[in-house]
């Protein structure tokens, strides 16, 4: 009986408000709300429903996952997982740098065509944009390295790729003189020689680095647990499983088994040898050209780097008719060098 008053008590003013239809609206969306919130609440009473109840459910829920997830955020798995999961952010922000570099690097091969049959100003004036243009490019490519170092620190790659960045500059330099025909008993070396010092300090550098990187891996693989990781991988690729079953919290790094390591290891060591070896061999030829001191031991050194790498011994050979020292080749070498420069490619 008192829930059919609280009815008729309700219909009588929801009546009231339909008389004052013509009062301000304002005003009547607040009674409006008022009225359904006093409905709200008789449904409440006599029903004994709570129709906000599921607002109260959400927030008690997510109160209690806050609970959850806090416990487990401070807990030392999860300090773990987040320690590998910063390790790769740093990873990907370190590549971003790198390969943006390399774009730079890229763009200085740009080839700019010098008419030699123009006039000597002309020729020596766009000569000096094109080796001022490469020259910016490769400074902007070092920015880019040296930022993704300093994102982080262990990055081999990245060093590696600045004493790649040095060593071009290095060429630039000499192949900007020699261009340029400018008499080489004048001709100050010191930056060049500068530039070289600096890239094989950074080869050094960075094939530690890699070493190091190298050891840690292998000692990973000596694990116990590897051989099951791997007996894993073995059983996923006879399966010929893709890259969306990978093994959780691992990449594709962690899933290579002892013989693709050692195969890429062996991969690896052989391009840094090869790169130290023409390193060396482009300094000796700047050496022998200004007629200093030690240039052929920096060529017996760039050979035993090119033995290392796995040349063989004709390509050693034809290499060696090529160096600068052999008289048929200085021209040659020259001509060579003139066209680089001409055409800017090749860096």
Not at 3 to 9: G, L, W
Not at 149 to 164: M, R, T
Request: net charge negative; with cysteine; glycine share 6%.
């Amino acid at each position: 009986e008192g829930f059919d008053v609280e009815i008729e008590k309700t219909e009588k003013e929801a009546s009231k408000r339909k008389i004052g239809a013509t009062e301000d609206p304002e005003c009547k969306e607040v009674e409006m709300d008022d009225w359904l919130f006093e409905f709200a609440q008789l449904f409440r009473t006599h029903v004994g429903i709570d129709p906000d109840a599921h607002i109260d459910l959400h927030e008690l829920g997510m109160e209690h996952c806050s609970e959850a997830l806090e416990e487990t955020v401070t807990s030392e798995e999860a300090q773990i997982l987040f320690d590998k999961a910063a390790a790769k952010f740093q990873e990907v922000a370190a590549l971003a740098f790198f390969n943006w570099g390399n774009v730079h690097m890229c763009a200085a091969r740009k080839r700019i065509p010098l008419d030699e049959s123009a006039g000597k100003e002309v020729v020596s004036e766009k000569l000096q944009t094109a080796y001022d243009w490469v020259r910016e490019k490769y400074s902007l490519a070092r920015e880019k390295y040296t930022e993704a170092l300093s994102i982080k620190p262990d990055f081999y790659e990245g060093l590696l790729a600045l004493g790649q960045q040095q060593f071009e500059m290095a060429k630039l330099n000499w192949s900007f003189a020699l261009a340029k025909k400018i008499d080489l008993s004048t001709w100050d070396p010191a930056e060049t020689l500068q530039l070289f010092n600096s890239a094989e300090e950074k080869m050094k550098g960075a094939t530690e680095m890699w070493e190091k990187l190298e050891q840690q891996r292998v000692n990973e693989l000596k694990d116990p647990n590897s051989s099951k990781k791997e007996e894993l991988l073995k059983r996923k690729k006879k399966l010929g499983s893709g890259a969306e079953n990978e093994l959780p919290g691992t990449g594709n790094q962690c899933e290579l088994s002892a013989e693709e390591v050692a195969e890429q290891a062996a991969v690896m060591r052989s391009q840094i040898h090869l790169f130290w070896g023409n390193m060396l061999f482009e300094r000796s030829q700047v050496e022998c050209k200004l007629g200093m001191d030690g240039w052929k031991k920096n060529l017996d050194t760039a050979v035993e780097r090119f033995k290392l790498a796995g040349a063989s011994e004709a390509d050693i050979s034809t290499v060696l008719k090529n160096h600068c020292s052999n008289g048929d080749a200085v021209e040659g070498d020259e001509k060579k060098v003139v066209g680089d420069v001409n055409q800017i490619s090749d860096k």
